[in-house]
């Protein structure tokens, strides 16, 4: 059985940018977070969506969204792209929403200049 | 403010000695403890996790105890092998939550 799948795994944006991150939780999981690991520390959480809709949100500025489709699969959008948003994008996806027991992708890392 | 604190960042123990990696929390409201392995170019995997009723939960090689009054966990991996080499994430969340907070990471090397 297919794991999270992310996309792109790296990308190179300069500061002032937009970036679209998307993933595919494991089928049959219907709760996806996305968490920023920026290098030296551990994930950070930014947003959990559980059947379509926002169940959370980490401290992050507006800059960043999130969305949920009708097949589970995930968008993270990060506007006005920072320096400091250089890090390594992870998504996690699990069978209900009230759960530690995340399954993470590879992760997308992205790169601004 | 670092509510989740791994202090050592690497560690490095023979095969087949006992590995010890520690993690200590200051956010009272964390009752849920979690422990994830990541190896390099992967995410993290869920390796074990215990509640705030237990001070010990047990799987195979790994055992998680938690000391509640000193706000502080551990995960002893027994024997230690080549193969647990890894950077080992503690994590914590209030209830049985999504929303994990993740101290800096040990890494782990298991020599021959």
């Known amino acids: 059985d297919a794991g999270v799948t992310q996309s792109p795994t790296h990308l190179i944006k300069t500061r002032g940018q937009h970036v679209t991150l998307r993933c595919s939780p494991i089928?049959?999981?219907?709760?996806v977070s996305w968490y920023q690991q920026v290098l030296g520390q551990g994930p950070q959480f930014i947003f959990q969506?559980?059947?379509?809709?926002?169940?959370g949100r980490g401290n992050f500025p507006d800059r960043f969204s999130a969305r949920q489709f009708p097949n589970y699969s995930s968008e993270l959008n990060v506007n006005a792209l920072l320096l400091g948003d250089s890090a390594l994008y992870l998504c996690?996806?699990?069978?209900?929403?009230?759960?530690?027991?995340?399954?993470f992708g590879e992760g997308s890392r992205l790169t601004v200049l | 403010d670092q509510q989740v604190k791994q202090n050592s960042p690497s560690l490095s123990v023979q095969e087949g000695r006992i590995s010890i990696l520690n993690c200590d929390y200051t956010?009272?409201?964390?009752?849920?403890f979690l422990w994830y392995k990541k190896y390099p170019a992967e995410g993290p995997t869920f390796l074990i996790s215990i509640s705030s009723i237990k001070d010990k939960n047990e799987d195979g090689r790994f055992t998680v105890f938690l000391n509640k009054s000193a706000k502080h966990l551990s995960l002893h991996i027994v024997p230690s092998q080549p193969g647990d080499s890894a950077v080992y994430f503690c994590?914590?969340?209030?209830?049985?939550?999504?929303?994990?907070?993740f101290g800096t990471g040990t890494r782990l090397q298991v020599t021959l």
């Open positions: 994590a914590a969340a209030p209830g049985t939550a999504s929303k994990l907070t």
């Open positions: 996690a996806s699990s069978l209900v929403v009230l759960t530690g027991e995340l399954f």
């Open positions: 969506y559980y059947e379509k809709e926002e169940r």
């Open positions: 089928s049959g999981h219907k709760s």
């Open positions: 956010n009272s409201m964390f009752d849920y």
